[in-house]
């Protein structure tokens, strides 16, 4: 029972469904050290948010901001955290900070080393307290303070060095079902693409980056209108500033007609 309640408070913290959200995103030591200089842990930022302590039998030897997880509550002895680094340990091999939602981008200790700064791609800073007090009863640290930075004068331009790519339809013209001459089952096909585009893609298709009508007339004098629609992927590569956009192209009736991914780089 407990551990059902656990997993379900932890899914409404983090998208667990989506295996990449567990891939690192940013790593730094943890400053706990060893009376021999040795740092034996290691903060991993993850692409889902979540921040994973992981430690070492010389975790146990830290003399400077010593392990701060309490063994009772996550269950070190019954394999919580991943079960002790080592037998009679109340260390656990993994310790968890959950607060963030998206990919960590920044991690750095404060001042003594008792306090450490996270920050994710979508602006959210939190600073960690790393005492027993900050444990939480569902088995993870809570921040002690949290802030959202908000950045509404960034602006992107096409990557022209990496190709734009056509996710839907999957086909060539031709060589597939149209949206004109085979509305029925190309609508089947859109439908289930749309269902499964958060999980393939990691994109959130209720928040729009951009949102905009659009309109064409054929040789023959025939007019289509729609919607183009703009997400912003979640993946953004810090060192070149490049991020993925996701154009979805909708028809008149709500029909996914089109779905073109292409780089841009912020400025």
């Not at 928040?207 to 183009?228: C, D, I, N, Q, V």
């Amino acid at each position: 029972g407990g551990a059902v309640l656990v997993a379900k408070e932890l899914a409404l913290l983090v998208d667990v469904t989506l295996p990449r959200n567990f891939d690192g995103s940013v790593t730094s030591f943890h400053p706990c050290i060893t009376a021999g200089g040795q740092q034996p842990s290691v903060l991993l930022g993850l692409k889902g948010g979540m921040v994973v302590k992981m430690n070492t039998k010389a975790t146990d030897k830290a003399v400077f901001s010593r392990c701060a997880v309490e063994p009772e509550a996550a269950d070190v002895a019954e394999g919580g955290g991943g079960g002790p680094v080592a037998p009679e340990s109340e260390t656990p091999k993994r310790e968890y900070f959950v607060r963030h939602q998206h990919a960590l981008c920044l991690m750095a200790p404060v001042f003594a080393g008792e306090e450490f700064v996270t920050m994710d791609v979508d602006g959210l800073v939190c600073v960690w307290k790393y005492v027993r007090q900050a444990f939480s009863s569902m088995g993870w640290f809570t921040p002690a303070r949290a802030l959202q930075i908000v950045i509404a004068d960034a602006s992107f331009q096409d990557d022209k060095s990496v190709a734009k790519q056509t996710a839907f339809p999957s086909w060539h013209p031709g060589q597939g079902p149209d949206p004109d001459k085979d509305r029925k089952i190309f609508a089947e096909l859109s439908a289930k693409y749309l269902h499964d585009i958060k999980h393939a893609h990691n994109i959130d298709t209720t928040e729009p980056f951009e949102s905009r009508a659009w309109k064409e007339e054929s040789w023959a004098g025939r007019k289509k209108e729609g919607t183009l629609v703009i997400h912003k992927g979640n993946d953004i590569d810090f060192i070149s500033g490049r991020s993925y956009f996701h154009t979805l192209k909708y028809a008149a009736d709500g029909l996914l007609l089109s779905h073109i991914i292409n780089a841009k780089s912020r400025e």
